[in-house]
């Protein structure tokens, strides 16, 4: 007959030295399970003769209860160990320095493109925007560019390929068709997805990406202009002048700058003419209002007749300036930012260096920069 407290000893002694759960198991199956050797002596119980019965039953009944509590106190302290390692294994130290957060810079020339709309919003400019993908009516034809004239050409454009009705689409190669869109709305001949409420007299800025196939220290093959158009109906060029040597002194924040307008050719003003700002760039910065090197930001002139004409507006009615001026290039004056090109590199250190703080909003009130 088995020894029971033999047994029990032994059963014991192993869910004692049991090092971890899966260990624990295995003993419980052994002893307990179906063919365990403790439930192996409790069928025995049925071929006993009733006294022996009485005797043995209690007996092995009472090992079974004293193994079973046996095993889950060990497996309540196995558990209990296991998740102290696992605590300690996966404690975070909140003493450590927190990784450096990484802030994001606002583009020079975002905010340049910022300032300008901050200036013009104050003069009484409002905004409208046009497609970047355009046809070759807004960008040339409507802005009086002759069919097959070599400004066409001379724009380097960026031509798509033929779509399904045989038209050729491109990238504007300014933002001047958004002058014809905005009088064509003013006409009531667009519906009214540009900025609303255009009908004469119009007073607008146009920011926006223009394409041209270019590419060394001044020329980049996207590059973005700022364009502005006011028709009224005594608008003449004294307004324009004023207009931009205003807007200069309030961009450049200083009462010093000196401009100077040269005589242009444009197809889509008349008279047109380049301004220029006076500054001295010898010695590697570049500085405004002295010196005598003349830097071109601008072109503009009194809106053609021919223009107004194409948008639907009466001549003889209507007439007006626009001008259309170099974003990146204003901002590498202002900034001092010596190749075009590094603009549109996208190295986070350039934009560390140049990059401006998400908080620094211009606001013409309290300076822009
Ligand atoms: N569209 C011209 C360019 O990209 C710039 C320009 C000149 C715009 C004269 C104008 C303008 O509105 O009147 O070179």
Redesign the pocket.
């Known amino acids: 007959m088995t020894d029971l407290s033999q047994l029990e000893a032994e059963i014991s002694g192993r869910v004692a030295q049991a090092a971890d759960l899966a260990a624990l198991d295995a003993v419980r199956v052994s002893a307990l399970g179906k063919s365990g050797s403790i439930s192996e002596l409790l069928k025995t119980l049925g071929a006993m003769s009733p006294d022996e019965r009485r005797e043995r039953g209690p007996q092995i009944n009472g090992l079974r209860d004293r193994v079973g509590q046996a095993i889950a106190a060990r497996k309540a302290e196995l558990e209990a160990a296991e998740l102290d390692a696992r605590l300690a294994a996966e404690r975070v130290d909140l003493s450590l320095p927190a990784p450096p957060a990484r802030r994001g810079r606002v583009h020079p020339t975002m905010q340049v493109m910022d300032e300008m709309i901050a200036i013009f919003a104050d003069m009484g400019f409002g905004l409208a925007e046009g497609p970047d993908i355009e046809d070759d009516f807004h960008n040339f034809t409507a802005l009086n560019f002759p069919p097959k004239h070599p400004a066409r050409e001379m ?1 380097d454009t960026f031509w798509l390929p033929e779509d399904a009705n045989g038209e050729r689409k491109l990238l504007r ?4 068709p958004v ?1 014809v869109r905005v009088m064509q709305q003013a006409n009531g001949k667009l519906p009214s997805w540009i900025a609303a409420g255009q009908a004469p007299p119009i007073r607008v800025v146009i920011p926006g990406r ?1 394409y041209r196939s270019d590419s060394d220290a001044t020329h980049t093959p996207m590059f973005h ?1 700022l ?3 006011v028709i009224d109906r005594t608008i003449h060029m004294g307004h324009l002048k004023w207009t931009l040597d205003a807007f200069t002194r309030r961009f450049f924040e200083t009462e010093a700058v000196v401009t100077r307008f040269r005589p242009h050719h ?1 197809p ?2 008349e008279p ?1 003419a380049e301004m220029d700002v006076q500054c001295d760039r010898s010695g590697g910065a570049v500085k405004i209002g002295e010196g005598s090197d003349w830097l071109e930001i ?4 009194m ?1 053609h007749p021919n223009v107004l004409r194409n948008c639907g507006l009466d001549p003889d009615e209507w007439q007006g ?4 001026l170099g974003v990146d290039r204003l901002g590498m004056l202002k900034y001092g930012m010596p190749d075009l090109r590094d603009m549109f590199a996208g190295d986070p250190r350039w934009l560390a260096h140049y990059g401006f703080s998400a908080f620094a909003a211009p606001n013409p009130a309290t300076g822009l920069s």
Do not use: D, K
């Not at 190669?173 to 001047?176: A, E």
């Not at 300036?321 to 259309?324: K, L, Q, T, Y």
């Open positions: 724009h190669t300014h933002t001047s002058q223009v202009q364009e502005g158009l444009f889509f003003t047109s601008l072109g503009g002139g809106v300036f626009a001008f259309g």
